[in-house]
């Protein structure tokens, strides 16, 4: 008999544990699957909605998916897919992410959905892929804790929205394929003009940078000082603060250092005032045990993109209609920039997303091999 779907419950979180643990080990990484506090405080949230499949006539538990939204952003990310290895191939995964993309959709409070998906098969990307949602890229060797793995970014718009887009006149030319990609997914309301980047900024000696690790302080303060438009990473806060010694920038980062994974979510007093201290500040990043680091960018910067390009950072994947602006919607970036050699054994992704890869592949080698001298 097929199992059965329903919302999950506070009682439920030991079994959703075995579950977990039965699928992944002691490898899963989201605490969605290992904490058992963050579990029922998210079963418990207006925002989630967490939803399992049982046995018939109230068996044990099979499979779980969860769905958060920020009504804020007005997005939707869908994480958590886990189902039994004894109940795979009767399509279970399918109908989890199906209904659960068409539920958040329909409620009215977010235009889009996203998620990531592992690189370790193609199954669950091709599930994702034929529910409706659109590969958009990936994010190159994002935890150094699970051996440099590698995830795919995936989303899925409510109807209408993608036709609703702030034309880019311009990119970086860099920025030419994962844009020729990006048309070839959701189209483009025009095509922009690839032109040559613009000249970095002289990089002037540093400041050097003072490490605020306190969460509380530094969300009140990044909520005091940077611009709301640009202070923008869909369900990540800032825990960390980099402070310049000489009070000319603060940098508002989400850090995870057991895993070696930074975000950049804002700065101030804007974003182009740390470029001339840019590459000092990864060098840092990476002292502080920051492997990885990227950062979500509108396609329409200019500057800021070629600024990010000029010190190692690369795109890696494209959101079509990510953020309301005013009427319309703006398509982001995601930088990316890796501080260990990329390793990619093992990796397996449908052929939707190899444009994306490639295209990063070809940069990262550009960026990288030929300043040693490899193609010389």
Known sequence: MTPVFDRARVDDIDELLLLYRRVYGKAYALPLGTDPAVMAQEITSDRTTWMVARE??????????????????????????????????????????GSMSDEMLADGRIDSVYATARTTATAPQRICLRSGFRALGFFPNLRKA??????????????????????????????????????????????????????????????????????????????????????????????????????????????????????????????MAVSPHLDQLIGQLGDFGAFYVETLVPLHSFEELSSLLSH????????????????????????????????FRGLAIDAAFRPFVEQYIDLWKQKYLNTIGVYR
């Open 146 to 271: 699970a051996k440099h793995e590698t995830m795919v970014l995936l989303a899925r718009h409510r109807d209408g929205v993608i036709e609703q887009r702030h034309p880019v006149e311009r990119v970086p030319a860099s920025l030419g394929p994962i844009v020729e990609a990006l048309t070839t997914v959701a189209g483009m309301p025009v095509l922009p003009e690839p032109v040559p980047e613009q000249e970095v900024p002289t990089q002037l000696p540093s400041p050097g940078v003072e490490l605020i690790n306190a969460p509380d302080f530094v969300l009140r303060r990044f909520g005091e000082v940077v611009d709301p438009v640009r202070g923008f990473y869909p369900f990540h806060k800032p825990n960390v603060l980099l402070a310049a010694c000489d009070g000319s920038y603060e940098v508002y980062t989400h850090l995870s250092v057991s895993d070696g994974y930074c975000t950049l979510i804002g700065a101030a007093p804007d974003p």
């Open 312 to 343: 190692g950072f690369l795109p890696a994947a494209v959101y079509p209609a990510m953020r309301r602006d005013g009427e319309m919607f703006r398509d982001y970036v995601v930088m990316a920039r890796t501080m260990q050699p990329l390793d």
């Open 56 to 97: 018939p006539n109230g068996g044990r538990l099979v499979a779980s998916i969860v769905g958060n939204v920020d009504p804020a952003d007005r997005l939707g990310k869908m994480q958590g897919l886990v189902v039994d290895p004894e109940c795979r191939g009767g399509g279970i995964a399918q109908r989890a992410v």
